[in-house]
């Protein structure tokens, strides 16, 4: 229902406008048919005439061809023209909308800015870097106490047992034998050993002989 209150719409107006120039175009090319048809017709009586020999009604409908043709040329530049309109118009459509989205998004912003204190925020992140330095640094003290702890009941002692076991295994002392010992082969344990095809004897001798 419309509202004599109401203001217009400019999307309604735009389209209306689109709209009438899609008409005006209709009728500008139903009106170039109907002067080519008539155009024809007129080309055809001249040619009738002259072999008539009626110069003069073939003067008469010559100048009436003229006339013609001339209209049928302002339709081609009317149409033109209400085709650049129309190009306008839809230019004009998009941008409004363009307007409209700029308008939205300042508004969003506008909004965002309200709700954002910007002293609030720094407070924030610098709590935040406090207490995060706060954390790390009392994580370090945990870890500096538990190693303490550790190295005070024998564990640097436990470690020296480990390394120590580890040695023996692939045949190494270090009581003094590191000397006379045989220098591993990159990889992994026990793989340089079978790359040269040696057996469990072979091994189990070797070990011997370096511990006895």
């Known amino acids: 229902m419309f509202n004599f209150w109401s203001k217009p719409d400019p999307k309604d107006d735009q389209r209306e406008a689109d709209r009438q120039l899609r008409k005006v175009g209709r009728d500008i090319e139903r009106d170039r048919r109907q002067l080519e048809r008539e155009e024809q017709k007129l080309e055809q009586e001249i040619k009738k005439l002259a072999k008539q020999g009626d110069s003069e009604g073939c003067r008469v409908l010559a100048k009436q061809l003229v006339q013609l043709r001339k209209q049928k040329q302002r339709t081609y530049t009317a149409g033109s023209k209400v085709q650049g309109i129309a190009f306008q118009n839809k230019a004009m459509g998009a941008n409004v909308k363009l307007a409209e989205a700029m308008g939205t998004a300042g508004k969003t912003m506008s909004d965002m800015n309200k709700i954002i204190n910007p002293e609030e925020l720094a407070s924030t992140l610098n709590a935040f870097s406090r207490e995060n330095m706060k954390m790390e640094m009392t994580d370090e003290m945990v870890n500096d106490a538990l190693d303490d702890m550790l190295t005070e009941s024998g564990d640097e002692e436990e ?54």
């Open 159 to 212: 470690s020296d047992n480990i390394v120590t076991r580890v040695l023996d295994e692939i045949g190494i002392e270090i009581s003094g034998k590191m000397a006379g010992a045989p220098l591993p082969e990159k990889g992994k344990i026990g793989e340089a050993s079978k790359a040269k095809g040696m057996s469990d004897d072979d091994i189990e001798a070797q070990l011997a002989k370096l511990r006895g």
